[in-house]
């Protein structure tokens, strides 16, 4: 299993699979060909079924340029297409296209080229499941935090410090921006008014909703109006884990310290849910994106309370559990209806699913890692229009009703 470092990518929104992966591949094809006249770039699947709305040409065009670029939307895709997320790329040198790389956008940030091998597609774990990591930390009587720093090494704070301050900048220039979201939709920024009221109201369980979610909010809006943010695990999900340990840390006074070893455990869920399924939308539904974000926003906040290994196990897997069956169905290609409202839904919901963790864990009869194959066997059974095509649900019904 890879690196947490690899669930954890600071970069700008809108998608980590629909811009942050093809802007990373086309940085590559560019750099290996300096001299090409043009370049010619095809989108399959879901990538040529949203990646307008994502701004996938925007950010191929980008760059690309000033090397004149033609980005084609497949309408049919190639009978070898392994993953929805996928583009080929041409160079053209003396009017002879030539030179093919195709790349695979697999989710949060990551990219697969086919027929090479990457230095940073190698494991640095040797466990690949909960159960086996939890065996490993019984043993040694660690945390899941030390388990990390042991594989990962100490350089993983400083890293981790790094993706916690921008989590908080997000969060901080979120809350006190205003306006009109990118996109056609006309939708209007909501965090600050969120935040606002919640300062307004005395109830202490409305408040924490409202603050929460304000949080969830300014991120995500951050993310839709292509600003800076983290993957936690994806951009379409980026919103739900810096909500709930923002909340937490100053309400309780949690030190960053304590905040990092949050973030370690959440990294390390995310990374097992990557690694056995998926966090790809286009192959798994929002089930892998919003509902792998709740699952490590449990973990996170379990270890931030101190709880043993079987609560933070019992934690994730209710948060991921009751997020089975999620589609994703972006209205209009964009990371905004009803995404940004969903990490609100899902803080939330990590929440709950700590509060049930804490007190009924010793009467669970599913594993973390059974919920897990799970969702992978689900997504991949769900209708390819609920997968990030804009296809079906909301994106069909908005389309017809407008």
């Known amino acids: 299993m890879r690196s947490i470092r690899d ?28 001299d090409a006249e043009a370049f010619r770039v095809v989108l399959y699947d879901s990538l040529a079924k949203t990646g307008v709305g994502h701004g996938t040409d925007r950010v191929l065009r980008e760059v690309l340029e000033p090397t004149p670029t033609e980005i084609i939307f497949a309408k049919d895709d190639p009978e070898d297409l392994k993953h929805p997320n996928t583009l080929d790329f041409f160079a053209i040198e003396q009017g002879v296209e030539s030179a093919p790389m195709r790349v695979e956008s697999v989710g949060g940030g990551d990219i697969v080229i086919e027929g090479r091998t990457s230095a940073e597609n190698e494991d640095v774990y040797p466990e690949n499941s909960f159960a086996e990591i939890k065996q490993f930390c019984e043993w040694r009587k ?14 993983i704070w400083s890293f981790l410090a790094k993706v916690w301050k921008t989590m908080r900048w997000a ?22 008014l969120l935040y606002e009221q919640a300062e307004k109201n005395q109830l202490v369980q409305v408040k924490e909703t409202r603050i929460i979610c304000a949080y969830a909010f300014a991120v995500s809006e951050q993310n839709a109006d292509n600003g800076t943010i983290v993957t936690a695990p994806t951009c379409g999900s980026c919103g739900v884990v810096p909500a709930v340990l923002r909340y937490m840390q100053e309400q309780h006074g949690y030190s960053d310290e304590k905040i990092l070893h949050a973030l370690a455990v959440a990294g390390l ?5 990557k690694h056995n399924a998926s966090i790809s939308g286009a192959e798994c539904g929002c089930q892998a994106e919003v509902g792998a974000a709740c699952s490590m926003a449990a973990a996170a906040l379990a270890e931030l309370c101190d709880m043993n290994l079987a609560q933070i196990e019992y934690a994730a897997e209710i948060a991921l559990e009751h997020h089975l069956g999620l589609t994703c169905d972006p209205i209009c290609g964009l990371v905004q209806i009803p995404c940004i409202e969903r990490n609100a839904v899902a803080a939330m919901r990590a929440m709950n699913a700590l509060n049930l963790a804490y007190f009924l864990y010793d009467t ?4 973390f890692d059974m919920v897990v194959k799970t969702m992978y066997q689900t997504g991949i059974n769900i209708s390819k229009a609920f997968r990030e095509t804009a296809e079906g649900g909301l994106a069909r019904l908005y389309r017809r009703g407008r």
């Open 142 to 155: 660690i945390r899941l935090w030390e388990y990390v720093e042991m594989t990962e090494g100490p350089e």
């Open 7 to 34: 669930i954890y990518k600071i970069g700008k929104g809108p998608s980590s699979s629909h811009t942050m992966g093809p802007e990373r591949a086309a940085r590559i094809f560019k750099e290996e060909h300096p």
């Open 269 to 273: 869920i995310g990374n097992l849910i």
């Open 364 to 367: 669970r009869s599913i594993s």
């Open 171 to 192: 969060i901080a220039d979120g809350l006190h921006t205003q306006g009109i979201l990118p996109g056609g939709l006309h939708l209007e920024r909501k965090a600050k």
